[in-house]
């Protein structure tokens, strides 16, 4: 039995408008939304498609960061990459946006997945070549 909650869009949304240091309200004027629409969206559980897809564009990233957003994956990499140069760490003195780090795996996790789709298409062609040739 899985005891895996399932992802919060409207929670996600929050938290990355949160580390974008952006108001509610000015997430609605970005969408033309009213900020209640905001906040009824930000306690949903699940967000249509296209609002989805409007607010990751405002928020600047892509809407798959919003559906798979993990705090934990922030926190891991706010762990992994601030080193002051001592054995105590004081987050207050943190001089990167952790949500940039996110981004950043998420477009290098993007670029090798297409990387080894191409890989897949070149084996196919050359299969598809020593086929034709029998």
């Keep these: 039995m899985s005891t895996a909650k399932p992802k919060h869009i409207g929670r996600n949304i929050s938290r990355i408008r949160e580390l974008r240091d952006m108001k509610q309200e000015a ?30 564009e405002v928020l600047g990233v892509p809407a798959e960061v919003i559906r798979n957003f993990s705090e934990e994956a922030v926190f891991n990499i706010m762990g992994n990459t601030y080193d002051n140069g001592s054995s105590t760490i004081n987050h207050n003195n943190c001089t990167f946006n952790p949500l ?27 299969l598809e070549k020593l086929l034709s040739e029998k």
């Design 27 to 56: 997430l609605a004027i970005a969408i033309g939304v009213s900020q209640q629409t905001i906040s009824s969206i930000e306690g949903s559980e699940n967000v249509d498609e296209e609002k989805l897809k409007a607010i990751a």
């Design 100 to 126: 940039d780090k996110l981004l950043e795996a998420f477009e290098e996790n993007k670029k090798l997945y297409e990387r080894l789709v191409e890989a897949e298409k070149d084996k196919v062609a050359l």
